[in-house]
């Protein structure tokens, strides 16, 4: 017997709002048999616009009010202190008290992380929570946490990012010793800020599959599972990328628009540029996880269209799925008794 | 009058040696006629290669001998210690003693920043040395600094980083004001650590045309004309960068090998992708320049091949030929001044 899964949709966030998210929703809905939604946001908001999608209120799919939304660019603090019936907030109580497995918001980032942490908590021995999200790599994918929740990391933080990572990755996959990189600017162990080098020293000591050092290129070329950086470091690098690709795809746009011959060379080649576009659509990578709390909360991108916010919806039920909670919890249990 | 330029070349250093360097040298002196060489390296070696390319000794390019050799993999300490007579630490020895405008070097970066620091010593006001290099954007290029010389900065360091920069683009450019942005990972200038957020203050109030806070996709976008940031996010930042890269040239050959119907439209669309790679071509920003250094020292890609290796000759040779040095000691000197 399959367990059915309960995913709270904050169906107010993002730049598209209840366009993107009910579309989403429905759809997930039609493709997994065990999923279940919960609607969170302005009831008539959300109703009209599942009538809209010819969507239909049910045992899978029901609507819960919230009265109040956060904006993209609300102050965390303030939209935590003052919105408690944020369609946001709201969604995350309904992971808090059980209603719902997990919750999915395209919202305001760090009003997110802000409300998830006060309203779940952290998991026991688990200091910060850790934005962690998937890469494509040349032989697959890879990892990357933490992604911009913790400007500043002690040593002690990136070993938890560290274990939450590869069990992550062990828990999606079904691997017992998933590899894990720490992000330097070196391979040798000399290398590095002081920081890195003693975060190092305690991955090294964890019991997990520590690959060592790795530099910025390795994450792509899929060197390790997991990736380990401080949220700085990682949303650097994660934009950087967004920024190259963006650069990348716009010039080659720019070589088939030339003149009448690039762009007939453009139409002959357009299959091929698609299967390659494909591959790298960003979109299929949507869907960052806050990791750390009692309880699954993913993150999707703000601009998401329903295709990528499709992805963060799975993500979300993919970790319930396969215990993620859980698997971190108890290393973390293995951990501790260590030290003990 | 042109002012004839002198570039000391540490021959023996990269993964290639004397194949590269003195083909690149023999290149770059054919095109630029104010262009004189110093090839400096084991003197048989470096003959023996400049006659096996038909190049001539004269006027322009002579060979200076130096015994040894720094390996790529040396501690840079050990090497500046006791290797004297080192093809690099002779070309910078011939900076220093004004034999030669500007040294460039393929070799090891640890050995070439701390030998280069401690022969020819620091620019008044300048703490750190920075490694700056060009990068291409949407609109046309960037330069970034730090790239990898320091992993922990103050926030005063990054304020030189941002005068060195801006004197760079400035000197390169015949530009008045080049505008320089803050790496950080938000636009708002609540965010980031406390080291950015010092940092902010400090270059708000240089006197230079600060644009404030960045993010990664600023960089390739093209925002501004200098990127500010810590050596070890510049470097991950450039590392990401030529991983995705390649990872991304990766597939789409990968997609265009795939069978013999996508192999003919990559045969159609061939002038087109090569026109694209051209204009992303990593070897033609190759040369990095270490700043803040009482004198021109060029950093080229170790793996550099000979094409690559004229651009970094010809870098070094933009730099003398535009002040590039005196742009940033009259500036530290005005900054100082206003201080006092």
Known sequence: MTKNITVAIDAMGGDHGVKVTVAAAIKCLARDPDLHVILVGVEDVVRTQLRTLRGIEDARLRIHHASEVVGMDESPALAMRNKKDSSMRVAINLVKSGEADACVSAGNTGALMATAR?????????ERPAIASELPTIKGRTFVLDLGANVDCTPEHLLQFGIMGAMLVSAL??????????LNIGEEEIKGNEIVKQAAELLRHSGLNFYGNIEGDDIYKGTTDVVVCDGFVGNVALKTSEGLAKMISTMLREEFNRNILTKLAGLVALPVLKAFKKRVDPRRYNGATLLGLRGVVVKSHGGADRYAFEHAIRQAA???KNNVQQRITEKMAVLHKDVA
């Open 118 to 126: 006060f309203v779940l908590k952290m998991l026991p021995g688990i």
């Open 173 to 182: 996959e079904r691997r017992d010793a998933p590899s894990v990189g720490l």
């Open 318 to 320: 993919r970790e319930v």
